[in-house]
């Protein structure tokens, strides 16, 4: 089960545009992800840690949750991004 973080495509950009906004400010906190969640990143910085892995991704990048994933985020710089459960 792991994090898929990549740059999105034109088109990815422009249907994450219609979708939620979500803002956080600096700080770490546990999650469950009990969906899988499809983000686009519009401004921050963050590590995610799950297991023994961790990715980070910021502004620019499109990213997936799996459905069951428990993690800890850590939020380096505040983030704005668009979202979407499945």
Request: proline share 3%.
């Amino acid at each position: 089960m792991d994090i898929i973080v990549r740059k999105p495509t034109d088109r990815e950009i422009a249907a994450m545009k219609t979708k939620p906004v979500w803002t956080c400010g600096i700080s770490q906190f546990y999650w469950d992800y009990d969906s899988e969640e499809t983000s686009l990143l519009v401004e921050g910085e963050v590590t995610v840690n799950y297991g023994d892995k961790s990715v980070n991704f910021g502004a620019g990048d499109f990213v997936v949750f799996p459905e069951g994933l428990s993690c800890v985020w850590q939020v380096k710089k505040a983030v704005k991004k668009h979202y979407m459960f499945k």
